[in-house]
């Protein structure tokens, strides 16, 4: 069983487009996360969504927007896509005790 | 502001020998600190943790020591193998703040036969 799941595992699309990065956790975590991996694999946290609250929010552009429908998923849409905005992103899910669980990781290409 | 250092960025090290990356924290409300392991293309993965109330604690090959007053943290392997040839993070956590996690920016591992 899959644990933490992402999908698209890639992404290309054109500089301005509009995508979104889909996660779900089976784990029954009670806070999920989104990480950027850039190409020196520096990981940055961009968002942490607990009990459907955002409760962290680091400096990343408002054209990225997470959304959580339910405990168990936080989608990541980003508007006007930007060729810096290429990277791997990974979705996470924790409990409040720790050990975070990653996701397969998507790889997004903007042309 | 890197919350948490990582070093050395790359290592190479012979089958057999001993793998030692090194990371250091500034925030003492730091309670929880994992080490992940990322093979390329897959996300990083739980390799072992540590809470700050023991200096060592061991799970086969790896092991992580402790020091609390240095405010440093390490991760040793021991007999390493070329399977272990990835990069490895360290991060830290303070729990009772939403679990954030704050990752080192990673060190890249070469175990050669």
Same mark, same amino acid.
């Given at each position: 069983d899959t644990a933490v799941s992402q999908t698209p595992k890639y992404l290309v699309t054109q500089m301005g487009n509009d995508k979104s /990065? &889909? +996660?779900?956790? !089976?784990?029954? =975590?009670?806070? %999920? $996360?989104? $990480?950027?991996?850039?190409?020196?694999? @520096?990981? &940055? /946290? %961009?968002f942490s969504y607990n009990n459907k609250e955002l409760i962290i929010n680091e400096?990343?552009? !408002?054209? @990225?927007?997470?959304k959580s429908p339910d405990k168990a998923h936080l989608n990541l849409h980003i508007n006007s896509l930007e060729l810096g905005d290429s990277a791997v992103y990974f979705c996470a899910s924790s409990q409040v005790e720790g050990r975070e669980s990653f996701g397969p990781g998507t790889r997004l290409t903007v042309l | 502001q890197q919350q948490v250092k990582q070093s050395p960025q790359s290592l190479i090290v012979q089958? *057999?020998?001993?793998? /030692?990356?090194n990371c250091a924290y500034e925030n003492t409300a730091f309670? $929880?600190?994992?080490?992940?392991?990322?093979?390329?293309? &897959? *996300?990083?993965?739980l390799l072992i943790a540590i809470r700050p109330d023991v200096s060592e604690k061991k799970e086969?090959?790896?092991? /992580?020591? @402790? !020091? &609390?007053?240095?405010? #440093? @943290?390490?991760? =040793?392997? %021991?007999?390493? #193998?070329?399977?272990?040839?990835?990069? $490895?993070? +360290?991060?830290?956590?303070?729990s009772n703040t939403g679990n954030q996690f704050y990752f080192g920016t990673g060190t890249s591992l070469t175990v050669i036969p």
């Open positions: /990065i &889909k +996660c779900e956790q !089976n784990l029954g =975590h009670d806070t %999920m $996360y989104w $990480y950027k991996q850039d190409s020196k694999k @520096f990981l &940055k /946290i %961009m400096t990343v552009p !408002n054209r @990225f927007s997470p | 089958k *057999g020998g001993i793998s /030692i990356i309670d $929880y600190f994992p080490w992940y392991q990322q093979f390329p293309g &897959k *996300g990083p993965a086969g090959r790896f092991t /992580i020591s @402790f !020091n &609390k007053s240095a405010k #440093q @943290f390490s991760l =040793h392997i %021991m007999d390493s #193998q070329p399977g272990d040839s990835a990069t $490895y993070f +360290c991060a830290a956590s303070q």
